[in-house]
């Protein structure tokens, strides 16, 4: 099954890669918290034995900011930098530890995963700083408990994004990733201030993570679901079990059903998919928990005498029933949304590539330089992908005909293996029939991605796409064109680049059928090669061509088409 929020996401992070970069402040505290006892320690970290960084006494309050994953540390403002105290210690004056943002130095980035301050970015920055005395490590949070991303050498000049309220550490991008720095090595060299800097910076445009996050991702939701399926059998033979007894019968007190445990995801595996995982894990637990709770009852009912000689409370057994009955749906929801997230069976053709982006996938078709490409948009289609292999050397130009209807055309085109390192964009605007992007020139041999969209509210029309070698070309004629006789798309082979076998490139040609196509409605009398063009777009409905309307196409200079113009 194709998923539509693949390609809204592909549009979203085109659009990022245009510099619209919009900063969101961090949630604002509203938990107040009182430390109950003399001599609290103050950890940098939130575990037993992290370094302590200073100590409270009983009376200190202060504004939480966070709270660790296991809900047993809370994060807090200590003398300018982030501090941590067990939950034990404290006592909530104002608002809801659970309303606090899920946080930890040694995996999750600041600010947590719906406005993470590390990662990903090409944000930019009129406020610029030098290192001018040494290099500095790069952090994923403005303190040293959060882990090094990359080391930055001395001299460096950097984009500066943000700041910490204490102006202790700085945010910067360093080639393209976000992150924090302390601020007593950094040198301010033009821009303004450091009290122009936002408060807690700006987001990445997605959390740092290792490599082999993905493959762990997709290998623990397949283990879930597994467990899910072998626990199953245990499921079926206690719903057995109680029913009989529910019916009066005897049940075996033998071969109890095995017990299943709950999953434990690894902490840097967990951070890096937190919004997804955590609530998995949360319920995949809770339901092994109930099912294991069934099975604890029978094990306990056998310890006593069974029908006829004795009887199990009724309640006992409803009780049993009723959790089975919840396990059922539990197993149900889980087993439905992790299939929700795997890949699908998708069979990959001959022609096709399978395409996945931020655990989404589709089924995309490989086109070829030269091969002309039809396609349609409607309200309900409104972006397409596809797969082209590229030589190093080559210089690609890419080419979107609009022939019928009116389209708002938006093409990109990037590494298949990273889909938002964008090579190139182009935009069309409404009503303009051909949009031609490149130039492109492929450095690197392999597999490119482009994609095709319309920005338009309603977009209804179709299109051909053409991707050209124009490697080593002076000239730039349009490739595609559009035949007045039959009002379709075709190619034109006086283009440079434009794969026709037998013909001379630069030289208008007529196609097999002896008719001169149009290259392009929305084309001058300047842009066309001869007179013949023009009086094809003219015939196709570029009135333009011919102001004075008496049926003479481009009658000035360069082309000065007469009657009889070749």
């Known amino acids: 099954m194709r998923r539509t929020a693949f390609w809204l996401l592909i549009l979203l992070l085109a659009a990022s890669s245009l510099g619209l970069v919009v900063a969101q402040p961090l949630p604002q505290p509203t938990v107040r918290i009182l430390v109950n006892r003399d001599g609290v320690n103050v950890r940098i970290l939130p575990a037993i034995g992290a370094e302590v960084i200073g100590f409270v006494n009983a009376g200190w309050t202060a504004p939480a900011t966070g709270r660790s994953p296991d809900n047993e540390w809370v994060r807090i403002d200590f003398n300018g930098q982030e501090g941590w105290i067990g939950v034990a210690v404290i006592n909530v004056l104002d608002g809801d530890l659970n309303s606090l943002t899920v946080a930890d130095p040694r995996t999750i980035p600041y600010g947590g995963f719906e406005s993470p301050r590390a990662g990903a970015s090409d944000a930019d ?43 202790a550490w700085l945010q910067v991008n360093y080639n393209g990733t976000l992150g924090w720095v302390t601020a007593p090595f950094v040198e301010i060299i033009s821009g303004g201030s450091l009290l122009d800097l936002p408060i807690d910076g700006i987001v990445a ?3 740092p993570a290792s490599e082999s996050t993905r493959e762990n991702y997709l290998g623990t939701l397949r283990l879930m679901l597994e467990r899910i399926n072998l626990a199953q059998p245990s499921l079926d033979s206690i719903r057995g079990t109680w029913t009989t007894v ?32 955590n609530p998995l894990q949360q319920d995949f637990n809770v339901a092994m928990a109930n099912l294991r709770r069934a099975i604890d009852l029978w094990i306990e009912a056998c310890g006593f005498p069974q029908p006829p000689d004795g009887v199990i409370g009724r309640a006992t057994v409803q009780g049993a029933l009723n959790i089975i009955q919840v396990v059922d749906g539990q197993f149900a929801d889980l087993r439905r949304r992790l299939n929700e997230l795997l890949p699908p069976p998708l069979e990959v053709g001959e022609g096709q590539c399978l395409f996945s982006f931020q655990e989404q996938f589709d089924i995309l078709n490989v086109i070829k330089i030269g091969e002309l490409v039809l396609d349609t948009f409607t309200p309900r289609k409104t972006a397409t992908g596809y797969c082209i292999d590229v030589q190093a050397g080559q210089a690609l130009r890419i080419e979107l005909l609009t022939y019928r209807g009116k389209l708002s055309p ?3 085109i990037s590494p298949f293996d990273n889909p938002t390192n964008f090579l190139a964009v182009g935009r069309g605007l409404t009503g303009e029939p051909l949009l031609s992007v490149g130039p492109v020139l492929i450095s690197t041999t392999g597999r490119y991605l482009i994609v095709v969209s319309d920005t338009g509210d309603a977009p209804q029309g179709d299109y051909a796409l053409l991707v050209s070698d124009v490697a080593g070309a002076t000239v730039f004629g349009p490739s595609l064109g559009i035949d007045p006789a039959t009002g379709l798309p075709v190619l034109n082979p006086g283009a440079i680049g434009t794969p026709v076998i037998g013909l001379t490139p630069g030289v208008p040609t007529p196609t097999p059928g002896g008719v001169v196509v149009c290259p392009s409605l929305a084309f001058t009398c ?11 777009c003219l015939a196709a409905g570029n009135f333009s061509l011919d102001p004075n309307n008496n049926g003479i196409p481009c009658e000035e200079p360069p082309l000065s088409c007469t009657a009889g113009s070749p």
């Open 526 to 536: 300047n842009q066309l090669f001869n007179c013949a063009e023009a009086r094809a």
């Open 410 to 412: 938006l093409v990109s």
């Open 246 to 277: 529910a019916l009066g019968q005897r049940a075996a007190c033998q071969n109890f059903p095995a017990r299943p445990s709950d999953i434990n995801i690894a902490n840097p595996l967990l951070a890096a998919y937190y919004p997804i995982l």
């Open 125 to 167: 920055s009129p406020i610029r700083g030098r290192l001018a005395q040494s290099g500095l490590r790069l952090r994923a949070g403005p303190t040293t408990a959060y882990p090094v991303l990359a080391n930055i050498p001395r001299f460096t000049e950097l984009p500066l994004l943000g700041r910490t309220a204490s102006n």
């Open 205 to 207: 445009s997605a959390p």
